[in-house]
T-cell receptor, first 115, second 118 residues
């Protein structure tokens, strides 16, 4: 039962353009959403997060949008840079029940930014 | 700040032996640490939640006798893979949450341990 889904295994973008990574979730107990960036053989690094009471959070080149009614969030990176090439994981934290305080991850999307 | 150190980064062991992986929070205290496992080209799957001073809670389908977790202090949790078999070969990653932060604050991750069982 995949409660957090990233349906695009990979995304290829030209340098300078916008990268849009998508994520869907099913568990209504999730109230906080995060994006992590991961390189091979390393642990994930936190990028940006958003609370369920907001619909947008921006940090430099990174913006996360949340559509709570659609249970959908997206990460926008603009402008994209070759150094952004990595695997991006969407994750969610629950406010209660068995998901309380735990991070549930999506499958990840491999982003490749071409020079 | 918020550094999590995981050791070893890579280990190769023979089938039937046990392997211990350490996870330390270097500049913060963590009452809760989490152990994840990542299969090739797959997501990070939560194995168990390590609670300082008490028993770990395991996710469904994870054998607690196979994956022993000890959280003896506020800065150290260990995962021991007992009687390892080739199917236990995987990338194991620990994470920790600062005890001063709320339940929904980001987790900080170690760099993972690549376990290969021959």
């Amino acid at each position: 039962d995949q409660q957090v889904k990233q349906n695009s295994p990979s995304l290829s973008v030209q340098e300078g353009r916008i990268s849009i990574l998508n994520c869907d979730y099913t568990n209504s107990m999730f109230d906080y959403f995060l994006w992590y960036k991961k390189y091979p053989a390393e642990g994930p690094t936190f990028l940006i997060s958003i609370s369920s009471i907001k619909d947008k959070n921006e940090d430099g080149r990174f913006t996360v949008f949340l559509n709570k009614s659609a249970k959908h969030l997206s990460l926008h990176i603009v402008p994209s840079q070759p150094g952004d090439s990595a695997v991006y994981f969407c994750a969610a934290i629950g406010a209660g029940g068995t998901s309380y305080g735990k991070l549930t991850f999506g499958q990840g999307t491999i982003l490749t930014v071409h020079p | 700040g918020a550094v999590v150190s995981q050791h070893p980064s890579r280990v190769i062991c023979k089938s039937g032996t046990s392997v211990k992986i350490e996870c330390r929070s270097l500049d913060f205290q963590a009452t809760t640490m989490f152990w994840y496992r990542q299969f090739p080209k797959k997501s990070l799957m939560l194995m168990a939640t390590s609670n300082e001073g008490s028993k770990a809670t395991y996710e469904q389908g994870v054998e607690k006798d196979k994956f022993l977790i000890n959280h003896a202090s506020l800065t150290l949790s260990t995962l021991t893979v007992t009687s390892a078999h080739p199917e236990d070969s995987s990338f194991y990653i620990c994470s920790a949450r600062d005890r001063e932060r709320s339940y929904n604050s980001p987790l900080h991750f170690g760099n993972g341990t690549r376990l290969t069982v021959t």
